[in-house]
């Protein structure tokens, strides 16, 4: 099974702050790589997927690069509503194996 | 609107049974994967079951493989989790997503979630 390991586990900013969050895979997975944002009771909401290509109606200052094992979330301008956990997701693996993060939780500083 | 409901939670004893459901609306649901995927109270985001548009593919976490069934009714567009033989550590709540694209891809639309408590 492919493990993806998030860093950092926790991150505090502060509003017009730029962040960035890794994830890594412990084996190649090309750009098969979605990146999720989950507020406090509510579902998971994709954010970015193919390593980079931003989901419809998601703000710019959100971007995503990497490919292979080694891949980042960009948050240009830290937003209020922008303070959430992050996940990152693999979906190379076939059969369907799919697997997450441990997930990142950006706080307010 | 494009909408995934689920329902079906609630309490039940250890070694119990507990049949999950995901209304699906706004889109033609008998073309798309389905999933379900769990989060442990204060933890993160486990994938549980995958089934394709015409039912032809299923796949199962090792953690619920042999005691969770997934199912589709693409007549009444609805997706389905048996589960049986529970465990404490199946305490979570549940949601279902579809699959953006083709049988593997990123989860583009995720339900509200249903809670699903293990406890005797």
């Known amino acids: 099974a492919i493990r993806m390991t998030q860093s950092p586990s926790s991150l505090s900013a502060s509003t017009g702050d730029r962040v960035t969050i890794t994830c890594r895979a412990s084996?190649?997975?090309?750009?098969?790589l979605a990146w999720y944002q989950q507020k406090p009771g509510k579902a998971p909401k994709l954010l970015i997927y193919?390593?980079?290509t931003l989901q419809s109606g998601v703000p710019s200052r959100f971007s995503g690069s990497g490919s292979g094992t080694d891949f980042t979330l960009t948050i240009s301008c830290l937003q209020s509503e922008d303070f959430a956990t992050y996940y990152c997701?693999?979906?190379?693996?076939?059969?369907?194996?799919?697997?997450f993060g441990q997930g990142t939780k950006l706080e307010i500083k | 609107e494009v909408q995934l409901v689920e329902s079906g939670g609630g309490l039940v004893k250890p070694g119990g049974s507990l049949r999950l459901s995901c209304a699906a609306s706004?889109?033609?649901?008998?073309?798309?994967?389905m999933n379900w995927v769990r989060q442990a109270p204060g933890k993160g985001l486990e994938w549980v079951s995958s089934?394709?548009?015409?039912?032809?593919?299923?796949y199962y976490a090792d953690s619920v493989k042999g005691r969770f069934t997934i199912s589709r009714d693409n007549a009444k567009n609805s997706l389905y989790l048996q589960m049986n033989s529970l465990r404490a550590e199946d305490t979570a709540v549940y949601y279902c997503?579809?699959?953006?694209?083709?049988?593997?891809?990123?989860?583009?639309?995720w339900g509200q979630g249903t809670m699903v408590t293990v406890s005797s």
């Open positions: 997503a579809r699959v953006s694209y083709g049988d593997l891809d990123a989860f583009d639309i």
């Open positions: 193919a390593a980079s």
């Open positions: 997701q693999q979906y190379y693996s076939y059969p369907p194996m799919y697997s």
């Open positions: 084996q190649g997975i090309s750009s098969y």
């Open positions: 089934i394709s548009s015409s039912s032809s593919y299923i």
């Open positions: 706004g889109f033609t649901f008998s073309s798309y994967s």
